[in-house]
């Protein structure tokens, strides 16, 4: 019999390095937080297991908060790492999801688990990781920009059946399911540096993106083109909008309906000449986050609806 895996999350923490309180010179570049585990007596990325059922980019907030102290902003997802951990005599595969984050506000105090944090170059940092696995996450961190933009890309959450409801459809409502997705997004989503946030013209793709918007602070801009009336025919000019939206530094949130998404995420991906999935999944209340930098898409990651968290998978392309 298999044996579970283990799922865990965590974050490459980054700041500008001239950002010490104690710097007497810009340094060009970046500064990289590393922990020491005394349980273990190494030095790690900060990362730690996931509760049953907590998404990935929850799990890695918390993580990073919990072992350094700092909040922070999410970047783009950096893959996954896996290896075999011995648990109890037995050995059980741990994968671990990992993003770039931005240092926000915060101070680290030792604790427990955590008993010293150092803002180090990519260079001493990674000199001093113990875990070559956490060293192959730090040159995926490297070899990109730091400062990027994300596009989270919002199928709608569920709505019912078309069959039974009598109505103009694009008048259909979330159902008790779908309102749960929705405040669920809000959670996840509220991690990122929300600037701007448009919707389909559909009452369960602006309702789906509603909560985040109350929570956020920031109006939802209704579009047709992202609906599925609207999208045939004028797909370039989608595509456009999915470039543009949010702002050079921060992040924006579109929703859209699911015959729409994969097409979308195909013709962004094979215009800036990334490989495009054979499956590109697309379920009600899931999510697609796309990292910009200088206008071309880097990464995709997708992450499946909220109460689907505990089969979450993300695919950095």
């Not at 931005?102 to 990781?129: H, K, V």
Request: include cysteine.
């Amino acid at each position: 019999m298999t044996e579970p895996l283990i799922r865990a999350a965590g974050g490459v923490l980054w700041r500008p390095a001239d950002a010490a309180a104690d710097a007497t010179e810009a340094e060009p570049g970046v500064e990289v937080a590393v922990v020491h585990r005394p349980r273990y007596d190494d030095w790690s990325l900060p990362k730690g297991k996931l509760a049953p059922g907590e998404p990935e980019v929850e799990g890695a907030v918390r993580e990073v908060l919990e072992e350094t102290g700092y909040r922070v902003r999410i970047g783009r997802a950096l893959g996954e790492t896996r290896y075999m951990k011995a648990v109890a005599g037995v050995e059980r595969l741990k994968v671990v999801h990992w993003w770039a984050m931005r240092a926000e506000t915060g101070a680290f105090a030792p604790n427990d688990e955590i008993d010293d944090m150092r803002w180090l170059s990519l260079d001493a940092a990674s000199a001093i990781l113990t875990r070559e696995s956490d060293r192959v996450v730090l040159e995926r961190f490297a070899h990109g920009p730091g400062a990027t933009r994300t596009v989270l890309l919002v199928r709608h959450g569920s709505a019912g059946s078309a069959s039974s409801w009598t109505g103009d459809d694009a008048r259909r409502p979330l159902d008790d399911a779908g309102w749960g997705q929705a405040d669920g997004l809000a959670r996840l989503l509220a991690r990122f540096d929300i600037a701007e946030i448009v919707s389909a013209d559909v009452d369960r793709c602006v309702q789906s993106v509603s909560p985040l918007a109350d929570a956020v602070g920031v109006e939802i801009r209704q579009d047709s083109v992202l609906s599925e009336e609207g999208y045939p025919g004028r797909e370039l000019e989608a595509v456009a909008l999915i470039r543009a939206v949010g702002s050079p530094t921060r992040d924006a949130v579109a929703c859209s309906q699911g015959t729409v998404i994969p097409d979308l995420l195909s013709r962004i991906a094979e215009h800036d000449a990334r490989v495009v999935p054979d499956s590109l999944p697309c379920q009600k209340g899931s999510v697609w986050a796309l990292t910009f930098s200088d206008g071309r898409v880097l990464e995709m990651a997708y992450i499946p609806p909220p109460d689907e968290a505990a089969e979450l998978a993300i695919s950095a392309i």
